[in-house]
């Protein structure tokens, strides 16, 4: 059991940055694939990026390639998102997920934070 819960939302004009964090707690964390996805009202959560369980994979959205960064820190039990040149269409609610191997969809998702907003202005 991975219970996940994300911080570090805010709002941020274009071109600011934000880190948000996913804190875990349970004693497999380590065992886990790590992602952020995020949704817009009236539109189907997506893929922003993904971590393995070493830190060694990451893969990215090619919306946010260049201007995020995914990683892990095993004995914290923590996932950060560094979210640089943010633009008005990165606002959405940003989720973190866990799950036993990588993934890219949220139907593989198997533990989801409760989200925590971003909001940039232009």
């Known amino acids: 059991q991975v219970q996940l819960v994300e911080s570090g939302g805010g709002l941020v004009q274009a071109g600011g940055s934000l880190t948000l964090s996913c804190a875990a707690s349970?004693?497999?964390?380590?065992?886990?694939?790590m992602a952020w996805f995020r949704q817009v009202p009236g539109k189907e959560r997506e893929f922003v990026a993904h971590?393995?369980?070493?830190?060694?994979?990451?893969d990215y959205a090619d919306s946010v390639k260049g201007r995020f960064s995914i990683s892990r820190d095993n004995a914290k039990k923590t996932v950060n998102l560094q979210m640089n040149s943010l633009k008005p269409d990165d606002t959405a609610v940003y989720y973190c997920?866990?799950?036993?191997?990588?993934?890219?969809?949220?139907?593989?998702?198997?533990?989801w934070g409760q989200g925590t907003q971003v909001t940039v202005s232009s």
């Open positions: 349970g004693r497999t964390f380590s065992y886990y694939t």
């Open positions: 997920a866990a799950a036993p191997s990588l993934f890219k969809v949220d139907a593989a998702a198997r533990y």
């Open positions: 971590i393995g369980w070493s830190g060694g994979i990451t």
